[in-house]
């Protein structure tokens, strides 16, 4: 403890995790790990670039090879060039050329013809880098998000609970279309740079050996710069994700379609346009300081390069004239010193990008790295098996939120039989879909067990688990796809039978409305695609979730608040199905209208997490107590007296 009574700070470490030196004896090993992160995390982008496009990473490492190659042989050719034109000029002004004047031309034409297909190199090896970089990135971002969407189709429910987890999906979902490829390239621009600045060197040491030195020492400066301020740059986006969310955000409520309505009508709409300016401004006032820095600090630093080299084409000059040399190898050395100077910049912007880029890829790593928890603990998990009865059983279940510390539900003991037609009653917030969350293993618990058919019911498969369950949860999905779609999606597994498709609809009384769109079942729903798209209501959008329900065959069925959008006949007629097709299922409901509650063989009222009554509606009306409460409360509305 300091003197504040304060916990010791903890060591500060970097993006990558590596803890910074304290002592200086520490220094050589904190160098050698961010060499070595460097390197894994540059080698992870290649081996991406692999997995997507093989054939397109070959053949941009050959184009990288011969893009280092090409300068020095043009080079070499505009030497040769100028000193033959020289010669010519020579002889002609003292009258010594011969009379065939194809013999003298001969070998300038044939010099003039390789500098024309050197040119042509060039040229084609400028397109076909871009074509293959360009479709080479399109495949690779594709990839990606390939990578991405799987994972996130594996990660456990709970993770889209914690900020920390968007954090790491926004940043990784962002740099998936660009940061590999243009990482990748920046590899390859240092490489082609490499390859070109040591021929170059070698080149120019035949007449200073020191000359190199100078050009890239005074490139140092600038690159020392460049990476300061990549990693400040990192590290203020980094800090700002939360900024970059928010105005995110108050963009897409703006032109989300589904909620103009009510962005209009309530005024809304200067108040996040003021928000995202707000939010914009402090943002975008740091960043900028940053450039302006950035670029102040380049231009000084740019100046000394400058006048470095000048001094150099001086001294190039003075050594050409001293050694007596031809006007080519004026032209080479300069050429010589020009190249050396554009290449260690390339080589330390390019070294730079990349270092920046593979910091940001960090992002991708660590949201890759994230793992399930959601999975069986038994070596060899248990098959569910389909088509029979099934119990479940609460014991001592309690359950929070990730990164919270009130318990939601609290030391749940609750049994459900097979046949069981089972309400869950009680107020907004009471702990109703969190228990049918942790019934269908979208959760674990945090403390107790679950029991399905007498088995842990973390010991199961997890698929085969999903598919004993047809559910409606009250956010159902509102799919862009035809209205046979949205109900076949129930059970993906088995091929699309358009008579069960049919027969599932009726059941939710959806195949009349189905009936008067413009193609029947094959019309496309929502307007996001297609024109002739149809907007359902919300309560058509209710009617086909239930169809999708029904269509799958399974052995429990759990609606939570699938008829909140239904008016009361269509209601009536919805339980009516359910109570005729479920006889012989578990079934568990998730209602506000307690009417639907009568007939079911079990009632559960739920209150701050906790079971406060369990039975039939008789019995707890008898009892006078929670239920009653809320019962007589809701019958008091519709019927305008006490009941």
Same mark, same amino acid.
């Not at 871009?130 to 990135?137: F, L, R, S």
């Not at 990349?354 to 999975?375: A, C, H, Q, R, S």
């Not at 568990?588 to 079971?611: D, M, P, Y």
């Given at each position: 403890?300091?003197?504040?009574?304060?916990?010791?700070?903890?060591?500060?470490?970097?993006?990558?995790?590596?803890?910074?030196?304290?002592?200086?004896?520490?220094?050589?090993?904190?160098?050698?790990?961010?060499?070595?992160?460097?390197?894994?995390?540059?080698?992870?982008?290649?081996?991406?670039?692999?997995?997507?496009?093989?054939?397109?990473?070959?053949?941009?490492?050959?184009?990288?090879?011969?893009?280092?190659?090409?300068?020095?042989?043009?080079?070499?050719?505009?030497?040769?060039?100028?000193?033959?034109?020289?010669?010519?000029?020579?002889?002609? @002004?003292?009258?010594?050329?011969?009379?065939?004047?194809?013999?003298?031309?001969?070998?300038?034409?044939?010099?003039?013809?390789?500098?024309?297909?050197?040119?042509?190199?060039?040229?084609?090896?400028?397109?076909?880098?871009?074509?293959?970089?360009?479709?080479?990135?399109?495949?690779? &971002?594709?990839?990606?998000?390939?990578?991405?969407?799987?994972? &996130?189709?594996?990660?456990?429910?709970?993770?889209?609970?914690?900020?920390?987890?968007?954090?790491?999906?926004? *940043?990784?979902?962002?740099? @998936?279309?660009?940061?590999?490829?243009?990482?990748?390239?920046?590899?390859?621009?240092?490489?082609?740079?490499?390859?070109?600045?040591?021929?170059?060197?070698?080149?120019?040491?035949?007449?200073?050996?020191?000359?190199?030195?100078?050009?890239?020492?005074?490139?140092?400066?600038?690159?020392?710069?460049?990476?300061?301020?990549?990693?400040?740059?990192?590290?203020? /986006?980094?800090?700002?994700?939360?900024?970059?969310?928010?105005?995110?955000?108050?963009?897409?409520?703006?032109?989300?379609?589904?909620?103009?309505?009510?962005?209009?009508?309530?005024?809304?709409?200067?108040?996040?346009?003021?928000?995202?300016?707000?939010?914009?401004?402090?943002?975008?006032?740091?960043?900028?300081?940053? /450039?302006?820095?950035?670029?102040?600090?380049?231009?000084?630093?740019?100046?000394?390069?400058?006048?470095?080299?000048?001094?150099?084409?001086?001294?190039?000059?003075?050594?050409?004239?001293?050694?007596?040399?031809?006007?080519?190898?004026?032209?080479?050395?300069?050429?010589?010193?020009?190249?050396?100077?554009?290449?260690?910049?390339?080589?330390?912007?390019?070294?730079?990008?990349?270092?920046?880029?593979?910091?940001?890829?960090? *992002?991708?790593? =660590?949201?890759?790295?994230?793992?399930?928890?959601?999975?069986?603990?038994?070596?060899?998990?248990?098959?569910?098996?389909?088509?029979?009865?099934?119990?479940?059983?609460?014991?001592?279940?309690?359950?929070?939120?990730?990164?919270?510390?009130?318990?939601?539900?609290?030391?749940?003991?609750?049994?459900?039989?097979?046949?069981?037609?089972?309400?869950?009653?009680?107020? *907004?917030?009471?702990?109703?879909?969190?228990?049918?969350?942790?019934?269908?293993?979208?959760?674990?618990?945090?403390?107790?067990?679950?029991?399905? =058919?007498?088995?842990?019911?973390?010991?199961?498969?997890?698929?085969?688990?999903?598919?004993?369950?047809?559910?409606?949860?009250?956010?159902?999905?509102?799919?862009?796809?035809?209205? @046979?779609? *949205?109900?076949?999606?129930?059970?993906?597994?088995?091929?699309?039978?358009?008579?069960?498709?049919?027969?599932?609809?009726?059941?939710?009384?959806?195949?009349?409305?189905?009936?008067?769109?413009?193609?029947?079942?094959?019309?496309?729903?929502?307007?996001?695609?297609?024109?002739?798209?149809?907007?359902?209501?919300?309560?058509?959008?209710?009617?086909?979730?239930?169809?999708?329900?029904?269509?799958?065959?399974?052995?429990?069925?759990?609606?939570?608040?699938?008829?909140?959008?239904? =008016?009361?006949?269509?209601?009536?007629?919805?339980? =009516?199905?359910?109570?005729?097709?479920?006889?012989?299922?578990?079934?568990?409901?998730?209602?506000?209208?307690?009417?639907?509650?009568?007939?079911?063989?079990?009632?559960?009222?739920?209150?701050?997490?906790?079971?406060?009554?369990?039975?039939?509606?008789?019995?707890?009306? &008898?009892?006078?107590?929670?239920?009653?409460?809320?019962?007589?409360?809701?019958?008091?509305?519709?019927?305008?007296?006490?009941?």
């Amino acid at each position: 403890m300091n003197g504040l009574n304060m916990p010791p700070r903890p060591p500060r470490r970097q993006n990558d995790g590596i803890k910074k030196p304290e002592r200086l004896s520490e220094m050589p090993g904190y160098i050698l790990n961010l060499v070595r992160g460097f390197f894994t995390r540059l080698f992870y982008i290649v081996s991406l670039v692999l997995e997507a496009a093989p054939a397109l990473l070959f053949l941009m490492v050959l184009l990288c090879l011969l893009d280092g190659i090409l300068p020095v042989i043009g080079a070499y050719i505009s030497k040769d060039l100028l000193n033959e034109v020289a010669a010519l000029i020579g002889a002609t @002004a003292s009258g010594s050329i011969a009379e065939d004047i194809f013999v003298t031309m001969r070998p300038l034409l044939f010099l003039f013809a390789a500098y024309f297909v050197f040119l042509i190199l060039r040229k084609v090896m400028t397109r076909l880098n871009g074509m293959v970089t360009n479709i080479a990135g399109e495949k690779v &971002a594709n990839h990606i998000r390939l990578k991405i969407i799987g994972k &996130a189709n594996t990660v456990d429910l709970a993770s889209f609970d914690r900020p920390e987890f968007y954090e790491k999906l926004e *940043n990784a979902n962002r740099e @998936a279309g660009m940061r590999p490829i243009q990482i990748l390239s920046a590899t390859f621009s240092v490489v082609s740079a490499c390859i070109s600045a040591v021929s170059f060197v070698v080149v120019l040491a035949g007449l200073s050996p020191f000359a190199p030195l100078v050009i890239i020492a005074a490139a140092i400066p600038g690159a020392a710069v460049n990476y300061l301020y990549r990693k400040k740059s990192f590290h203020y /986006i980094r800090r700002h994700s939360k900024e970059r969310r928010q105005m995110t955000y108050y963009s897409e409520v703006m032109i989300n379609k589904d909620m103009a309505k009510e962005v209009r009508l309530l005024g809304l709409g200067d108040s996040f346009t003021e928000k995202y300016k707000k939010v914009f401004k402090k943002y975008y006032e740091g960043l900028k300081r940053l /450039i302006v820095k950035e670029g102040v600090t380049q231009l000084i630093v740019g100046l000394v390069s400058s006048l470095a080299s000048c001094l150099l084409f001086i001294y190039v000059a003075y050594k050409v004239i001293y050694l007596d040399g031809e006007i080519g190898d004026y032209s080479l050395y300069t050429g010589a010193l020009t190249s050396i100077t554009g290449y260690v910049t390339t080589l330390l912007t390019a070294t730079a990008t990349i270092y920046e880029g593979t910091l940001f890829i960090n *992002n991708m790593i =660590d949201f890759m790295k994230e793992e399930p928890t959601v999975v069986p603990t038994a070596a060899k998990p248990l098959k569910a098996k389909k088509g029979s009865d099934h119990t479940i059983e609460f014991k001592n279940v309690s359950f929070r939120y990730p990164g919270t510390k009130k318990d939601v539900l609290k030391n749940i003991n609750l049994t459900f039989a097979p046949g069981d037609s089972v309400v869950l009653v009680g107020l *907004n917030g009471a702990g109703k879909t969190t228990l049918i969350k942790l019934l269908t293993r979208l959760y674990d618990p945090t403390d107790g067990v679950i029991l399905l =058919d007498g088995r842990d019911i973390r010991e199961y498969d997890v698929k085969a688990l999903y598919d004993l369950f047809g559910i409606i949860f009250q956010d159902f999905g509102r799919y862009a796809e035809t209205a @046979a779609d *949205n109900i076949a999606f129930g059970d993906v597994g088995r091929k699309q039978d358009m008579g069960e498709i049919i027969t599932a609809a009726d059941r939710a009384s959806a195949d009349e409305f189905i009936g008067r769109l413009p193609k029947g079942y094959e019309t496309p729903l929502t307007r996001l695609f297609e024109e002739e798209g149809i907007e359902l209501s919300g309560g058509q959008w209710q009617k086909l979730s239930v169809a999708r329900a029904f269509y799958k065959d399974s052995d429990i069925l759990i609606l939570d608040e699938p008829t909140a959008s239904l =008016d009361a006949i269509a209601e009536k007629e919805v339980f =009516d199905r359910f109570t005729e097709l479920s006889h012989d299922k578990l079934t568990v409901f998730v209602s506000h209208r307690l009417s639907s509650a009568v007939s079911a063989s079990k009632i559960v009222v739920i209150s701050g997490g906790e079971i406060t009554e369990v039975g039939t509606h008789e019995e707890l009306m &008898a009892k006078k107590g929670e239920y009653h409460r809320l019962f007589t409360t809701q019958a008091s509305r519709y019927t305008g007296e006490d009941v």
